[in-house]
């Protein structure tokens, strides 16, 4: 029977930055992420892939890395597939503009809720209300910069770096409680290569990391209708449950949440 694990999670906060004083590159890195956030609120349907790694820190100041992978489709303005497998969970989520579907497929159990409105209302209903935060959900939303550049203290562009064989802008970003860099491909398509963001108020300041791949926008994505269709022995969950479906935790059961530190 496996052991209890005592962690300190890192706290995902969306919200990020401000202003600061001129400082070396500041202007281009605010220049490069606004042409990044322009870029994908001009995008109405986005298809991609991605890994994810959460790290998670022991009470005896242990670094263990989580790693899971998964695939995120959108339509704006309000619909979404997304799912997200890991060695604990595999997990699928749809959302047709009016009702929120998820399925754990491994448990064949599935439940769903009435949460009508954009996917921007359902990124914050999945953080808030269900505490299932999609991954990178940042970056799905209409005011990208914005949101990023809420309480930014410190900005610097670091030059180039390669992610997946693809050359991207490498910014850095500071706010009084996180660190967050970002990797933007370079060229007529700058989405968003890698996102890390490091709790600096965190015993051992973890890091959750994104990073995305097969970027596909327009007529390259697969036509889907976004409906949910649940296996025909699956077993429906109330509605009240579908925020304790353990197939959808950013944890294994197996670890128990403590305190910050």
């Not at 339509?75 to 989520?93: H, Q, V, W």
């Not at 994505?221 to 296996?231: E, I, Q």
Request: net charge negative; glycine share 6%; hydrophobic share 40%.
């Amino acid at each position: 029977m496996a052991t209890a694990v005592s962690v300190t999670v890192i706290v995902m906060m969306a919200g990020l930055g401000a202003t600061s004083g001129a400082q070396a590159g500041e202007a281009e890195a605010k220049s490069l992420l606004k042409a990044m956030s322009d870029y994908l609120a001009a995008q109405k349907v986005i298809s991609l892939a991605y890994d994810a790694n959460f790290e998670v820190v022991t009470t005896d100041h242990q670094k263990l890395l989580l790693a899971n992978s998964g695939t995120i489709d959108l339509s704006r303005p309000d619909k979404i597939r997304a799912t997200r497998a890991a060695g604990f969970a595999n997990l699928e989520m749809v959302f047709d503009g009016k009702t929120l579907s998820m399925l754990d497929k491994d448990a064949n159990l599935y439940a769903q809720a009435e949460t009508p409105g954009t996917i921007e209302h359902l990124i914050e209903e999945l953080r808030d209300k269900f505490h299932k935060p999609l991954p990178g959900a940042d970056l799905l939303l209409p005011n990208v910069y914005d949101v990023l550049m809420a309480d930014v203290t410190d900005v610097k562009d670091l030059g180039s770096g390669v992610i997946g064989g693809t050359e991207c802008d490498h910014l850095a970003f500071r706010t009084k409680e996180l660190d967050w860099q970002i990797w933007i491909a370079q060229g007529e398509r700058p989405y968003p290569c890698r996102y890390v963001i490091t709790s600096k108020q965190v015993d051992q300041a973890p890091q959750y990391s994104v990073q995305i791949r097969d970027w596909k926008t327009g007529d390259e994505v697969a036509t889907d209708d976004f409906s949910f269709k649940a296996p025909t022995d699956a077993q429906k969950m109330d509605v009240k449950d579908l925020k304790n479906m353990k197939g959808a935790d950013e944890l294994p059961s197996n670890f128990a949440i403590g305190a910050a530190q």
